[in-house]
């Protein structure tokens, strides 16, 4: 299995041990997401350190405050690294307002150009903005590979396949007040999938009461296989190839 979204830098215990977990639990691989500068770098960093491991190196919307030309600058040079095989996650959020709503335009902008120019995928968050992130969406990333990460608009989920955006479920699917969203893993187009942890956060529901790490990428692809009617080992086949098409392993 591969966890198409984590942070290992934000996990407990250290990489080594998370990475030694993961393969335990049969995750082959995971990217793992920078927020900001200092992050981007500790991503990298693990990505040299572990073959399991790619980086994706971008500015969180909560952390856009002050965005400009030199912190695009800084996110160029460091999307340049060979072990770098995303741009993100970017994108909106409305929700915690954590950076002025214009800084967080200005990068999530920024950050499609370099995706544009990198010809790297771009990953996505949204919260409380869906509206506005489609629309940017729409209007600037034609022609690049977008995944929308923690996937939370089941509402909106045949929109986004009509753009081609990758659908990536998190452990959050897994929860019992999460049934229109189950129910989208249940519809998404078998070339359009991928699961995730976005560990430390969103445990899947079996393993709740634990930090979440890469490891339990599985329990979030249980719950989706049977969501989708199918075997464990079909859904893990389909996520492989997913992945080598979107990140290139």
């Given at each position: 299995?591969?966890?198409?979204?984590?942070?290992?830098?934000?996990?407990?215990?250290?990489?080594?041990?998370?990475?030694?977990?993961?393969?335990?639990?049969?995750?082959?691989?995971?990217?793992?997401?920078?927020?900001?500068?200092?992050?981007?770098?500790?991503?990298?960093?693990?990505?040299?350190?572990?073959?399991?491991?790619?980086?994706a190196?971008?500015?969180?919307?909560?952390?856009?405050?002050?965005?400009?030309?030199?912190?695009?600058?800084?996110?160029?040079?460091?999307?340049?690294?060979?072990?770098?095989?995303?741009?993100?996650?970017?994108?909106?959020?409305?929700?915690?307002d954590?950076?002025?709503?214009?800084?967080?335009l200005?990068?999530?902008?920024?950050?499609?150009?370099?995706?544009?120019?990198?010809?790297?995928?771009?990953?996505?968050?949204?919260?409380?903005?869906?509206?506005?992130?489609?629309a940017?969406?729409?209007?600037?990333?034609?022609?690049?590979?977008?995944?929308?990460?923690?996937?939370?608009?089941?509402?909106?989920?045949?929109?986004?396949?009509?753009?081609?955006w990758?659908?990536?479920?998190?452990?959050?699917?897994?929860?019992?007040?999460?049934?229109?969203?189950?129910?989208?893993a249940?519809?998404?187009?078998?070339?359009?999938?991928?699961?995730?942890?976005?560990?430390?956060?969103?445990?899947?529901?079996?393993?709740?009461?634990?930090?979440?790490?890469?490891?339990?990428?599985?329990?979030?692809?249980?719950?989706?296989?049977?969501?989708?009617?199918?075997?464990?080992?079909?859904?893990?086949?389909?996520?492989?190839?997913?992945?080598?098409?979107?990140?290139?392993?």
């Amino acid at each position: 299995m591969i966890d198409s979204h984590t942070h290992l830098h934000m996990c407990d215990p250290g990489d080594a041990e998370l990475v030694e977990a993961a393969a335990g639990a049969g995750v082959t691989r995971m990217l793992t997401v920078g927020t900001d500068a200092a992050s981007c770098r500790l991503a990298l960093g693990a990505a040299e350190r572990f073959e399991q491991v790619l980086a994706a190196v971008g500015r969180h919307p909560n952390q856009a405050t002050g965005f400009d030309d030199a912190a695009l600058t800084e996110l160029e040079a460091l999307a340049q690294h060979p072990r770098c095989a995303a741009i993100g996650e970017t994108g909106l959020d409305f929700y915690r307002d954590g950076a002025p709503r214009e800084d967080q335009l200005h990068a999530f902008e920024a950050q499609i150009g370099l995706a544009r120019t990198t010809g790297k995928p771009l990953v996505i968050h949204t919260r409380a903005a869906e509206d506005d992130t489609i629309a940017v969406l729409r209007e600037q990333a034609r022609g690049v590979t977008v995944i929308l990460h923690c996937f939370s608009m089941p509402d909106r989920l045949e929109e986004c396949l009509e753009q081609g955006w990758w659908i990536s479920f998190a452990g959050n699917v897994t929860y019992p007040s999460a049934q229109e969203l189950a129910a989208a893993a249940g519809r998404v187009p078998a070339n359009r999938l991928l699961v995730e942890t976005d560990a430390p956060f969103l445990t899947a529901r079996p393993v709740r009461k634990e930090r979440n790490q890469p490891a339990f990428v599985v329990h979030t692809a249980r719950f989706v296989a049977q969501r989708r009617g199918i075997g464990y080992d079909e859904l893990e086949s389909l996520v492989e190839r997913n992945s080598a098409a979107v990140f290139g392993w």
